[in-house]
């Protein structure tokens, strides 16, 4: 990231990252901190506590399926794209709310799926991740945002960020589980947009 700004010639930036994303964007708002203007994290977490709390949300809420589907996720060996659509669409319900089988499938059809990137973190630095010693090092305005009923990234843990970043503002997303995008995506846009304009 830090990299592509210098190369594109950008000041201070505004970073946006959502779940895997988000623990890019504050890591690299603890490195970088004069170099962001804004930063927004979404259904997010700080250090690999959330993987313990996901298994214990799933094998409370999930079904049967849902709990066979998601052990390649916890042992990082997706070995093909098609297991991880098939992951994301046997886990759906838990990831949105409003998760509708059909749309999620044309969706899940154009994205561009990483096999790696989930298999290196999950299978590797994500069970020893932690950064929430350093999110006081953050200084630009910051809004940390959770999904209610997010059951990979609880809202304790966004609670946890907010605490831990000087003068962070945090919103929960009342009627979201981890995809708010898809759950309340017009509130979304609404917290977001008027964060930037309005915060300082």
């Known amino acids: 990231m830090e990299a592509l700004r210098q190369h594109l010639g950008l000041e201070k930036i505004v970073v946006i990252g959502s779940s895997y994303g988000g623990m890019v964007a504050l890591t690299y708002a603890v490195r970088y901190p004069q170099n962001v203007s804004h930063l927004i994290v979404i259904a997010t977490a700080a250090h690999s506590g959330f993987l313990e709390r996901a298994k214990e949300i799933l094998a409370s809420k999930g079904t049967e399926e849902q709990k066979v589907s998601v052990q390649r996720l916890w042992d990082g060996n997706f070995e093909n794209e098609e297991q991880l659509r098939q992951y994301f669409q046997v886990l759906g319900p838990m990831y949105s709310l409003k998760y509708d089988p059909i749309k999620s499938g044309i969706a899940w059809q ?91």
Do not use: M
């Open 110 to 200: 154009r994205n561009i799926l990483s096999v790696d990137a989930i298999n290196v973190a999950f299978g590797g630095f994500l069970r020893t991740y932690n950064i929430l010693d350093q999110l006081h090092k953050i200084t630009a305005p910051t809004l940390v945002i959770a999904g209610r009923y997010d059951w990979i990234c609880a809202p304790e843990f966004s609670e946890e960020i907010a605490q831990a970043i000087p003068n962070a503002d945090l919103r929960i997303f009342e009627n979201s589980s981890h995809l708010i995008r898809a759950d309340e995506p017009e509130a979304l846009l609404d917290a977001i947009a008027g964060f930037l304009v309005y915060k300082r």
